[in-house]
């Protein structure tokens, strides 16, 4: 069972960690960016996914110390990962819409870019596409207030939720991210291959760009390539990695 208290001390000590998994830029091969996600080893419970741990932060309150934990900690490591010359242009880094809810959100990853010497373009912050169903007045003005800043603004699992295209063209966003799902029956079925190639139309007529999450094979990077979607995230290149397993990949990709 988890509990509220264990979480709590997971963020105090080193149990929550951050893991790194890079994003390929489709026309070239280079490094488009790298996602942190989040990763807590519990020494009773084991590895436990944030698809389990962030819903119960969102109940206990927890949520908004590990929404700054998360910015802190990436932006730390990309500082890190500047200073060793390795040319990574961007991290993202997901945020549950209660983030956005605060009030104080920007003016706190103002002071963190700050703290680390970080250019806010080295910085993407990924929102759910649920955001824009539910959404709320102090969310959009915090994205607005994030993207007048330089902060990019990225929506994840896109395609999964029902976000009219009217309302995505009205939304501050530099990117949408294809729900991994649509990886599983891309090469084969016809109808989500007419998803998928709709999403990164609508991505290149909004001038926002397209990655593709959970790519783990050759034909599917092909058809990504074909269609002219712009960056692709999955197995197929690396999983997500601890920040010295990802520098040593990283070294020895380019
Ligand atoms: O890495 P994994 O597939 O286990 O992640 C599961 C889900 O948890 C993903 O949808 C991801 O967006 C979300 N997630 C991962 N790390 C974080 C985080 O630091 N904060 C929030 N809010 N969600 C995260
Ligand atoms: O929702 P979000 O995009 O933040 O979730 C990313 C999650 O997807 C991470 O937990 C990561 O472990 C997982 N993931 C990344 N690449 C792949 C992949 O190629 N296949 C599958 N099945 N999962 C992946
Ligand atoms: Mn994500
Ligand atoms: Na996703």
């Known amino acids: 069972l988890m509990h509220s208290t264990a979480l709590r001390e997971a963020i105090a000590s080193?149990?929550?960690?951050?893991?790194?998994?890079?994003?390929?830029?489709?026309?070239?091969?280079?490094?488009?960016?790298?996602?942190?996600?989040a990763r807590w080893h519990d020494p009773v419970l084991g590895e436990v996914s944030p698809s389990k741990f962030i819903p119960l932060a969102e109940e206990c309150g927890l949520i908004e110390q590990i929404g700054v934990w998360s910015i802190k900690l990436a932006c730390q490591q990309m500082a890190s990962w500047r200073r060793a010359r390795l040319d990574i242009p961007c991290i993202s880094v997901n945020l549950s819409p209660i983030n956005f809810q605060n009030v104080n959100l920007a003016a706190m990853v103002a002071q963190i870019l700050a703290a680390n010497d970080l250019p806010a373009?080295?910085?993407?912050?990924?929102?759910?596409?649920g955001v824009i169903l539910n959404e709320r007045a102090t969310v959009i003005a915090t994205m607005n207030e994030l993207r007048n800043m330089g902060v990019g603004l990225s929506l994840d699992d896109f395609g999964t939720g029902y976000s009219s295209l009217s309302r995505l063209a009205q939304l501050p966003i530099d990117e949408l991210k294809i729900d991994r799902s649509f990886m599983r029956d891309f090469e084969n079925d016809n109808g989500t291959r007419a998803i998928v190639t709709a999403v990164v139309r609508?991505?290149?007529?909004?001038?926002?760009?397209?990655?593709?999450?959970?790519?783990?094979?050759?034909?599917?990077?092909?058809?990504?390539?074909?269609?002219?979607?712009?960056?692709?995230?999955?197995f197929l290149f690396a999983r997500p990695m601890a920040a010295s397993a990802f520098s040593r990949w990283l070294l020895d990709y380019s």
């Open 14 to 37: 080193e149990a929550l960690t951050l893991h790194y998994q890079p994003q390929i830029r489709t026309r070239d091969g280079a490094i488009h960016g790298v996602e942190a996600l």
């Open 121 to 129: 373009k080295m910085l993407m912050l990924e929102i759910t596409e």
């Open 202 to 234: 609508v991505g290149q007529s909004l001038d926002v760009a397209v990655v593709a999450e959970g790519v783990e094979t050759e034909p599917q990077r092909r058809l990504l390539a074909e269609l002219g979607c712009d960056a692709m995230q999955g």
